[in-house]
């Protein structure tokens, strides 16, 4: 009896003090006075995102809506971890651009002495990721993207190859958009040129080690789980790739003085040359931070051209007038000429984003601003920051998410948003949309570092596809496509199938 009495009271008090953490940890923003999402006991405003009933950012889109206007920014909660969701364009660009200083970390877990693939530039904060950060801008130079181009040309040849020539009634266009694009950072992020079924089983199961629950952990008790040597990926994809690393620079460094082919090469060079595990954990990044986004880009732009063929003519009849001139080839130079693809950024969004002017095509840019595929951005304050002409304070070590997918889909910005339409970024149309309203690859000091060279992959790998292909939906094409709600990309659920069939040229 007296031990049914004591496990009762163990139990009792557990789950008070259990209570009181959770109410506690969800009460912070209405200690702090200020305008919240209300929360779910346990779930904070991600009810349902969890056990997949819906994508996060659905839970994210429904916060902005309901308070945007309200305040520059509102508080929410990740489960217990409360957030800064930032609503105010000006204060968006206060913390990428003009006051990046106070947010120059985004909080991510890293263990790089468990996990040396952990310590890219995506996953570090501080000093380690200012002096990886100083090395990769030097890398990912424009003049060094104009090198690599012939090996990234060289690389597209199998998109039109794989389809072939027959009619196909069911091809899955998110396969053949992976082949492409694990295949173009085989090469040029590990110059790797071997066997690549390895290598892509290897880039997809990296992540079947993660759970949410020991992440969301990770995330919270960083130190604690240092502690308990916690890692993020599958060991043995960890150490094909780290392994790989090694395997190549060995190669690399017999072959002296070869011309430039990859970015290991880049990363190797001998002023302030970085150690190989470094390196790997460049390598890695490219997997991690660009092959779902990439994947996600083309898959989806494949996917809208295909249910509007007016739409898929136009960027046909547009690469063939181009390409006519440089005897039918993808070339650097006739990439440059592709008219309608061309981008014309300027203005707001111009800043930091130059080397855009050039390449970018509309259909790519309304991919990337209808189905963005990292919905939000995240930030952590480093000091506290006081916001301009305003009583509020961001406090030190507040975490902060910017909720990209959702100002790309608000009306008040873009007239219709869920409607695929590439004219929205017509010169003029762009000038009159305000500055921060357009941020698939981030901004500012934390923004994406191979911004230019995604944005080249992807306009090779469009072309490569829609030169000799036309694509229609079939009878297996998921319309409308539904995002896959177990990913904080956004993805599609199901892989995209279309119907294809060769045209004449
Ligand atoms: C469509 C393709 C891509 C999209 C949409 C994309 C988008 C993004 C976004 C939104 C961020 C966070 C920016 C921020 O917090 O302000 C980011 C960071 C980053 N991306 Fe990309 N990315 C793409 C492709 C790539 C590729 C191919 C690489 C290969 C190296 C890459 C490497 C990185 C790295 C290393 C960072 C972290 C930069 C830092 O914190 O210093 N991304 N990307």
């Known amino acids: 009896m007296e031990l049914l009495q004591r496990a009762l009271l163990t139990a009792f008090s557990t789950l008070t003090l259990f209570y009181v953490v959770v109410k506690l940890s969800l009460g912070y923003w209405k200690r702090r006075g200020i305008l919240h999402a209300k929360p779910k006991f346990l779930w904070g405003n991600l009810k349902g995102v969890v056990g997949g009933k819906r994508h996060v950012q659905e839970a994210l889109q429904t916060i902005y809506d309901t308070h945007k206007g309200q305040?520059?920014?509102?508080?929410?909660?990740?489960?217990?971890?409360?957030?800064?969701?930032?609503?105010?364009?000006?204060?968006?660009?206060?913390?990428?651009?003009?006051?990046?200083?106070?947010?120059?970390?985004?909080?991510?877990?890293?263990?790089?002495?468990?996990?040396?693939?952990?310590?890219?530039?995506?996953?570090?904060?501080?000093?380690?990721?200012?002096?990886?950060?100083?090395?990769?801008?030097?890398?990912?130079?424009?003049?060094?993207?104009?090198?690599?181009?012939?090996?990234?040309?060289?690389?597209?040849?199998?998109?039109?190859?794989?389809?072939?020539?027959?009619?196909?009634?069911?091809?899955?266009?998110?396969?053949?958009?992976?082949?492409?694009?694990?295949?173009?950072?085989?090469?040029?992020?590990?110059?790797?040129?071997?066997?690549?079924?390895?290598?892509?089983?290897?880039?997809?199961?990296?992540?079947?080690?993660?759970?949410?629950?020991?992440?969301?952990?990770?995330?919270?008790?960083?130190?604690?789980?240092?502690?308990?040597?916690?890692?993020?990926?599958?060991?043995?994809?960890?150490?094909?790739?780290?392994?790989?690393?090694?395997?190549?620079?060995?190669?690399?460094?017999?072959?002296?003085?070869?011309?430039?082919?990859?970015?290991?090469?880049?990363?190797?060079?001998?002023?302030?040359?970085?150690?190989?595990?470094?390196?790997?954990?460049?390598?890695?990044?490219?997997?991690?931070?660009?092959?779902?986004?990439?994947?996600?880009?083309?898959?989806?732009?494949?996917?809208?051209?295909?249910?509007?063929?007016?739409?898929?003519?136009?960027?046909?009849?547009?690469?063939?007038?181009?390409?006519?001139?440089?005897?039918?080839?993808?070339?650097?130079?006739?990439?440059?000429?592709?008219?309608?693809?061309?981008?014309?950024?300027?203005?707001?969004?111009?800043?930091?984003?130059?080397?855009?002017?050039?390449?970018?095509?509309?259909f790519i840019v309304e991919t990337l601003r209808l189905h963005t595929p990292y919905p939000f951005l995240l930030r952590r304050a480093t000091k506290e920051f006081e916001l301009p002409k305003s009583v509020f304070v961001i406090a030190r070590g507040n975490n902060l998410i910017i909720p990209v997918a959702a100002i790309h889909r608000d009306p008040s910005i873009y007239t219709d948003p869920l409607r695929f339409d590439p004219d929205r970024f017509e010169a003029a149309a762009v000038k009159s949309r305000p500055a921060m309203s357009f941020l698939p690859f981030g901004q500012g000091l934390r923004g994406c570092i191979a911004m230019q060279l995604a944005e080249q992959q992807l306009m090779v790998g469009l072309v490569a596809l829609l030169q000799h292909h036309k694509y229609s939906p079939c009878a297996d094409t998921q319309i409308p496509l539904q995002y896959d709600n177990r990913k904080l990309l956004l993805m599609p659920k199901v892989d995209i199938l279309l119907s294809v069939e060769c045209v004449d040229i």
Request: net charge neutral; proline share 3%; hydrophobic share 40%.
């Open 71 to 362: 305040a520059p920014f509102v508080g929410c909660y990740a489960l217990l971890k409360p957030f800064v969701m930032v609503l105010d364009l000006e204060l968006v660009h206060n913390i990428l651009v003009s006051d990046a200083g106070y947010f120059t970390s985004r909080g991510l877990y890293h263990n790089i002495q468990n996990e040396p693939l952990s310590g890219n530039l995506l996953q570090l904060d501080g000093h380690k990721w200012r002096t990886l950060h100083a090395k990769s801008v030097g890398v990912f130079t424009s003049s060094n993207l104009q090198k690599l181009m012939p090996r990234l040309l060289e690389v597209s040849k199998i998109l039109g190859n794989r389809i072939g020539d027959q009619k196909l009634q069911k091809l899955n266009v998110s396969q053949l958009v992976d082949g492409y694009n694990v295949e173009v950072i085989a090469a040029l992020a590990f110059g790797f040129k071997g066997d690549q079924a390895e290598f892509r089983e290897m880039s997809r199961s990296y992540w079947n080690n993660f759970s949410l629950w020991r992440a969301y952990l990770a995330l919270e008790l960083p130190l604690l789980a240092r502690l308990l040597q916690h890692t993020s990926y599958d060991e043995l994809a960890a150490n094909y790739f780290y392994n790989l690393v090694h395997a190549q620079l060995y190669q690399q460094r017999l072959r002296d003085r070869q011309p430039l082919q990859n970015f290991l090469q880049l990363y190797s060079a001998p002023d302030d040359a970085l150690s190989d595990a470094q390196i790997a954990a460049q390598a890695f990044g490219f997997i991690l931070a660009g092959l779902e986004p990439l994947n996600a880009t083309l898959g989806f732009c494949l996917y809208e051209l295909a249910l509007q063929p007016e739409l898929q003519d136009r960027a046909r009849n547009e690469i063939h007038e181009v390409l006519q001139q440089y005897g039918g080839q993808l070339t650097a130079d006739s990439l440059k000429q592709l008219k309608y693809t061309k981008q014309v950024l300027n203005g707001k969004y111009c800043n930091s984003l130059q080397d855009f002017k050039q390449f970018i095509s509309f």
